[in-house]
């Protein structure tokens, strides 16, 4: 009999999920492993409980899967490539271990020809000093490692916000360290999502535009407007990234738009990402069914859209859902978390047929949920194109 393949996922979170529910039809069995018992992912697919220090435990899982992949990338690197020794393990550890830390992925992108911001590794009160006067003023400190959604960051206005920055961040210099950026004065942030498979296909989806709010994400936009001439310059960034990093799955690449047009690299993510989720419905394959099916090998499938889509993350709480459900092509997604302050629990993907359509759902949803929309300009560009 046909034995399903089957697919280990360290972190139950909301990725892992949906990477599950992509999984299915493909005849993908999935086995999610987290250190909670409540692991969302744990709803849709067998969740076994295990600590991230529990070696031996999550190493024997190894004889129980096809390949092993991850839905965060702060699984530590040791552990990652123990597992590849003894089983397809994807995206390969060293693309986990560059992401973990800002200095060594920023000093990777400028090797693969991806601007960033100036930087500068800060271990000391000393040496912040002397990135603030080499680097300048407005200026971002944050933690090397172990940041997300805009925590662990700091930004300094002029050079005597240095003492307040050290005050906030200075304890975690010690042992991770601590990086300085200049700051970006971006015109908008874009994220291209690729995929890479075991033979070295790649493609991309369309770049999605999007917005934060306190560093999180709170709305995509794909494909974003205006990108003819962003696109091939983006896709060749990702490429350069995934070929150098001999990836296998998808990848999205975060970058600055300036106002002159440059490209910076700001981070990655070595995973499916949250700027992606709107290919759930805006796309013919989804991130989460491409990345099962390249990491284990099979037949990567169609990245075009379908039509432009809008995003909006739903934080702490969900709120009401009948304007979602009674918006055409508009799609609900509870991730079946509980609520708490600034956790994204669920998020709506609404779909259109062209870009004045898809401006007036999200008027109409936004009005009724009592939202503002973040991305108005880049919804009135739609509007018009
Ligand atoms: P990060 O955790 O590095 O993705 O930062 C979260 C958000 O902070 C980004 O999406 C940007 O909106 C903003 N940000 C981070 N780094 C910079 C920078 N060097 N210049 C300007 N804005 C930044």
Redo the contacts with the bound molecule.
Sequence with gaps: MHKPPVLGILGGGQLARMLALAAAPLGVKCLVVDEHADACAGHVAPLVVAGWSEHPRLLELAGQVDAVTFDFENVEAGLARALADRVAVWPPPFALAVSQDRVTEKTLFRECGIMT?EFAAVGTRAELDAAVATIGTPA?L?TRRF????KG?FRLKAPADADAAWQALGAQAIPDGLIL????P?VR?VSVLAVRGRDGEFRTWPLSQ?S?TN?VLTMSLAPAPDIAALQPRADALARALAERLEYVGVLAL?L?VTAGGDLLG??MAPRVHNSGHWTIEGAHTSQFENHVRAVLGMPLGDTGVRGPSAMFNWLGELPPMEPVLQTVDAHWHDYGKQARPGRKVGHATLCAPDGATLATRVDTVAKALGREVQAAPALRALRSG
């Design positions: 911001a971002i944050k940041g997300y959604d805009g960051q950026e200049s700051f970006v971006f942030e999007n934060h560093g975060e600055f700001n981070e």
